[in-house]
C-alpha cells in the first residue's frame, strides 16, 4: 500500500512540477532561488536585528482562468511539528503582476487594493521575517504565489494560515516557489 501511496504522492508533485514548467514562475529582485535572505528581510525581534520588509515579488505565466492570486511564506524546518507561517496574502487582483519591496506592511499601505493578510505565526498581520533558532542549520524559507480559479478565496481578515491553506487546496489552478536561506 505504501508504494502506491507514494507512486501517487509522486505524480502529485510532479503534476505541480509541470504547472510550473508551462511558464507559471516567480522571481524577485531581492530572494535568489538557493541564496540567504537579506538582512532587510529577517524578522526584526526574538533576538533577530532584520528590518522585517518583505521582499518585492514577480510573476508570469499564469494560467487562463486565473482569477485572483495568494502569496505565502512558510518554514518547513521550523522545531514547531506544523512549520511556521511567516505570511498570508490573498485575494490580490488578477491584474497584479507582483508585489512591491514592503508590501507586506499593513501601515504601508503597498499591498494591492482589495487583497487581504492575515495574522502569521508570530501573532501578526502581514509579513513576520525569517528568525530561526540561534545555532539551528538553515532553514528554508518558501515564497509561494498561487493562481487562483476565484476573485475571492472565501476567508476573512481573522483566519488562520491554514484556513487559507485548505481554501487554497481546493481553488489553485497553478503555483510558484522561490525558496532562500537563512540561519544565525
Known amino acids: 500500500m505504501r508504494t502506491i501511496a507514494g507512486a501517487v504522492l509522486a505524480l502529485g508533485v510532479l503534476g505541480a512540477g509541470a504547472a510550473n514548467a508551462q511558464g507559471f514562475t516567480l522571481t524577485s529582485p531581492d530572494v535568489t532561488e538557493g541564496g540567504t535572505i537579506k538582512s532587510e528581510n529577517v524578522f526584526k525581534g526574538g533576538g533577530c536585528t532584520g528590518n522585517d520588509i518583505s521582499p518585492a515579488l514577480n510573476w508570469t505565466g499564469a494560467p487562463a482562468g486565473t482569477k485572483?492570486?495568494?502569496?505565502?511564506?512558510?518554514?518547513?524546518?521550523?522545531?514547531?511539528?506544523?512549520?511556521?507561517?511567516?505570511w498570508s496574502m490573498f485575494d490580490i487582483p488578477a491584474?497584479?503582476?507582483?508585489?512591491?519591496?514592503?508590501?507586506?506592511?499593513?501601515?504601508?499601505?503597498?499591498?494591492?487594493?482589495?487583497?487581504?493578510?492575515?495574522?502569521?505565526?508570530?501573532?501578526?498581520?502581514?509579513?513576520?521575517?525569517?528568525?530561526?533558532?540561534?545555532?539551528?542549520?538553515?532553514?528554508?524559507?518558501?515564497?509561494?504565489?498561487?493562481?487562483?480559479?476565484?476573485?475571492?478565496?472565501g476567508p476573512k481578515a481573522d483566519a488562520t494560515p491554514a484556513?487559507?491553506?485548505?481554501?487554497?487546496?481546493?481553488?489553485?489552478?497553478?503555483?510558484?516557489?522561490?525558496?532562500?536561506m537563512y540561519g544565525r
Not at 499591498?111 to 533558532?133: F, H, L, M, Q
Not at 491553506?165 to 497553478?174: D, E, K, R, S, V
Open 68 to 86: 485572483s492570486y495568494a502569496v505565502t511564506l512558510y518554514d518547513p524546518d521550523a522545531p514547531t511539528g506544523s512549520g511556521f507561517w511567516h
Open 163 to 180: 484556513v487559507v491553506g485548505f481554501n487554497l487546496h481546493y481553488h489553485t489552478l497553478a503555483k510558484a516557489t522561490l525558496t532562500g
Open 95 to 153: 491584474t497584479t503582476s507582483g508585489l512591491v519591496k514592503n508590501a507586506g506592511n499593513p501601515r504601508a499601505h503597498l499591498a494591492p487594493k482589495g487583497s487581504i493578510e492575515v495574522r502569521n505565526d508570530y501573532g501578526t498581520i502581514g509579513y513576520g521575517g525569517p528568525c530561526p533558532p540561534k545555532g539551528d542549520k538553515p532553514h528554508h524559507y518558501v515564497f509561494t504565489v498561487f493562481a487562483v480559479d476565484a476573485a475571492t478565496l
